[in-house]
């Protein structure tokens, strides 16, 4: 089994900042690609920004600039860093990650329940 659980959303004003966490944990051979994705009400869910496993990252158009996806190998851990935030940054945000499974070393990819974060005055 492996879990993806995110934490950092909330309510923030606009021109504000939010950082999220996503930690992976279970059983976990090894770690690959870690992505943000987020889905705004009535709109499908799309890709924020990822990370490769050596450190390469991929940003949409709309968040480059402002955001800053991160991980950290030593914690299974991947981060969000969202500067300067915008009332259509409001959605909910999902932590996605490929990971690897001891048992038959397949590469799996694995989705966070989600943690919702609101841009407003």
């Known amino acids: 089994q492996v879990q993806l659980v995110e934490s950092g959303g909330g309510l923030v004003q606009p021109g504000g900042s939010l950082r999220l966490s996503c930690v992976v944990s279970g059983s976990i051979f090894s770690i690959y690609s870690m992505a943000w994705y987020r889905q705004a009400p009535g709109k499908q869910r799309e890709l924020v920004a990822s990370?490769?496993?050596?450190?390469?990252?991929n940003y949409a158009d709309s968040v480059k600039g402002r955001f800053t996806i991160s991980r950290d190998n030593a914690k299974n851990t991947v981060y969000l860093q969202m500067n300067s935030l915008k009332p259509e940054d409001t959605a909910d945000y999902y932590c996605?990650?490929?990971?690897?499974?001891?048992?038959?070393?397949?590469?799996?990819?694995?989705w966070g329940q989600g943690t919702q974060v609101t841009v407003s005055s």
């Open positions: 996605n990650a490929g990971v690897q499974i001891p048992s038959t070393l397949t590469i799996n990819t694995y």
């Open positions: 990370i490769t496993k050596g450190g390469r990252t």
